[in-house]
């Protein structure tokens, strides 16, 4: 089934359309509907402030008391930034590391990252503070927002190290032989543990579990013949996590912490308000702006970090619960021509088999964001055709390519025994600057395809769409 609309941005006319008005699963595109909203609430110039506060006075290099670092929801928190002032982000064929546990072929770290950069610098800090011992404890601050599990793309924290996801890398030996395993971040929170043996031909899928606490197993096999792998676990308890890897940071930075480094985040020892004074700060990370949070979200589809959007959307208006982000999100995009009636938000990335929305509602959203002082960030925020992100090689060499700035969708779906699946969504919404100097604005979506065991029908249905677009980009 078919939906699409092709409207000229500036005056509005309606160039193509059908089934416009029809509601269809919205996959990924429900991004730029998260992205728009936290722009529009919090500004493409906002900037994550991370700080650490000393509770306890400090004398001759030490500190009698404790050390908390207050999370602010940088989902980055240094992973991706880069020395020309840009975030990392991969460009297709490689995908972005969160989906390495989603059976999708090219997963990749994010190039010239560093998981501990930001714990790194803060530690740094703290040192140059003066502080060359804590005779208490050191505490995440992580009440920012609830910690929330209840959408489809796993925990939402306000503390985030390597995205909390451990990344990990099994290579191929000789055959018969144990893989080589390799993982980041290490701390010791976590110890990977692996049963991957190299074999020869076609192996079997690895698996990532946890049989205890603190122990991550990988097992499976590798193909003797074949590229690094990487898979992702998802870090349970983010804040302990970050406490560990504080305390590290702290240690190789040269402060000495008495406290234990493992164990839970011991968060009785925080002060009932979250408000520290100034002059106890003794170290603080400014983030990059908003602005090149929203261009990894699009470009690189990453779930959690439009989910974590919504989370501080709903912080921004004075509540501590991601949920009532998505007031705010359907109101917003209410207010610039979406029908609450066709358009449903079950979360911030998409996720949901249940998110709804239609092609006029996107067509009538970007004409009606163009007028926004951030609708500029949200247009560059989106993959180029031909050149980034995940439509890096759609249309690539063609004359399309440059020309349309694209945000994908997509929900597949396989049946318990495999031999079939579901193409529930595959959708496409852009700003098309047209041959002829025209800007356009189209939504191209389908639904309910029906899927073999093949994944190159996936790919092949993304490579029509893609050359629908830029029949369209040159036919105008």
């Not at 560093?114 to 714990?119: E, F, K, R, Y």
């Not at 703290?126 to 599990?149: H, M, P």
């Not at 926004?372 to 004359?399: F, H, M, Q, Y």
């Not at 193409?423 to 098309?432: D, R």
Request: charged share 20%; hydrophobic share 40%; glycine share 8%.
């Amino acid at each position: 089934i078919w939906g699409y609309q092709v409207v000229d941005l500036d005056t509005g006319a309606v160039l193509l359309e059908q089934n416009a008005d029809k509601m269809f699963v919205t996959g990924s595109i429900l991004k730029v509907y998260a992205t728009s909203v936290a722009l529009d609430v919090l500004g493409p110039e906002y900037r994550f402030r991370t700080p650490v506060f000393r509770r306890g006075e400090v004398a001759a290099g030490t500190l009698s008391g404790d050390l908390v670092l207050v999370a602010s929801g940088d989902y980055s928190f240094g992973l991706r930034e880069q020395p020309d002032g840009t975030l990392a982000y991969n460009n297709f064929p490689e995908i972005d590391h969160n989906y390495a546990d989603t059976g999708l072929p090219g997963p990749a770290l994010v190039p010239n990252s560093h998981p501990l950069a930001a714990l790194d610098e803060l530690a740094r800090e703290v040192r140059a503070s003066g502080i060359r011992n804590v005779k208490g404890d050191v505490v995440i601050d992580d009440r920012l927002f609830e910690t929330f599990d209840g959408w489809p793309d796993g925990l939402m924290s306000p503390i985030w190290v390597n995205e909390n996801v451990i990344d990990i890398i099994a290579t191929a030996t000789k055959p018969g032989q144990a893989a080589q395993v390799d993982w980041r971040p290490k701390t010791a929170a976590v110890r990977v543990v692996s049963d991957v043996k190299t074999v020869s031909g076609e192996a079997a899928p690895l698996v990532v579990d946890s049989p205890r606490p603190g122990i991550v197993r990988v097992s499976g096999q590798v193909a003797a013949d074949s590229a690094p792998i990487l898979n992702i676990w998802q870090i349970p308890d983010p804040a302990a996590f970050a406490r560990t890897a504080f305390i590290e940071a702290l240690e190789r930075a040269g402060v000495n912490v008495s406290a234990n480094a493992t164990g839970p985040n011991p968060t009785s020892l925080l002060p009932e308000s979250r408000t520290f004074q100034r002059r106890n700060r003794v170290a603080e990370r400014v983030s990059l702006p908003l602005s090149e949070y929203v261009k990894v979200i699009l470009k690189v589809s990453y779930n959690r970090g439009a989910d974590n959007m919504v989370c501080l959307v709903a912080v921004a208006k004075g509540s501590r619960e991601c949920i009532d982000g998505l007031r705010t999100e359907l109101a917003t995009i209410t207010r610039l021509g979406v029908s609450p009636v066709t358009t449903i938000l079950f979360d911030g990335a998409g996720s949901s088999e249940y998110d709804r929305s239609t092609p006029v509602d996107y067509t009538t959203f970007m004409r009606n964001i163009t007028h926004e002082s951030w609708g500029a960030d949200l247009r560059n925020g989106l993959a180029i055709l031909g050149v980034d992100g995940l439509a890096a090689t759609t249309e690539a060499g063609t004359p399309a390519a440059g020309h349309v700035f694209v945000k994908n969708g997509t929900r597949v779906q396989a049946v318990p025994t495999g031999e079939q699946g579901i193409l529930s969504a595959l959708t496409q919404v852009a700003y098309i600057d047209a041959q002829s100097g025209r800007k356009l604005v189209s939504a191209l979506f389908l639904r309910d395809l029906s899927l073999g065991t093949d994944i190159e029908q996936f790919f092949a249905a993304g490579d029509d769409q893609g050359a629908i677009l830029a029949a369209i980009q040159q036919g105008y």
